[in-house]
Nanobody, 124 residues
Framework: QVQLVESGGGLVQAGGSLRLSCAASGRTFSSFSTAWFRQAPGKDREFVAAISWSGDNTYYTDSVKGRFTISRDNAKNTVYLQMNSLKPEDTAVYYC?????????????????WGQGTQVTVSS
């Protein structure tokens, strides 16, 4: 069993930065691919970025490429999402997810474990 807890969300002006953290419990976390998804009010949950279990490979949705960076520290059982040049359209609840899945699989149904989410609000 793996439990995921997100933190680091908040209110930021457009052009600003935030770093989200996803802290995991469970000895097998380092063997999972891990991803960030987001969900804005009235919209479907959307893939943002994913990282392989080793951290060697990453994958991003087009809208965040060059602005967001996903990374992980398996010694700390933590995955990060550094978000720069934030835009109002990045406003959403951000969720961390983990599973035995290809990092290019953008469907949230493929992920086994989910956190409770953290709110990110970008003001214009």
């Amino acid at each position: 069993q793996v439990q995921l807890v997100e933190s680091g969300g908040g209110l930021v002006q457009a052009g600003g930065s935030l770093r989200l953290s996803c802290a995991a419990s469970g000895r097998t976390f380092s063997s999972f691919s891990t991803a960030w998804f987001r969900q804005a009010p009235g919209k479907d949950r959307e893939f943002v970025a994913a990282i392989s279990w080793s951290g060697d490979n990453t994958y991003y949705t087009d809208s965040v490429k060059g602005r967001f960076t996903i990374s992980r520290d398996n010694a700390k059982n933590t995955v990060y999402l550094q978000m720069n040049s934030l835009k109002p359209e990045d406003t959403a609840v951000y969720y961390c997810a983990a599973g035995y899945i290809s990092i290019t699989a953008m469907n949230p149904k493929g992920y086994h474990y989910w956190g409770q989410g953290t709110q990110v609000t970008v003001s214009s």
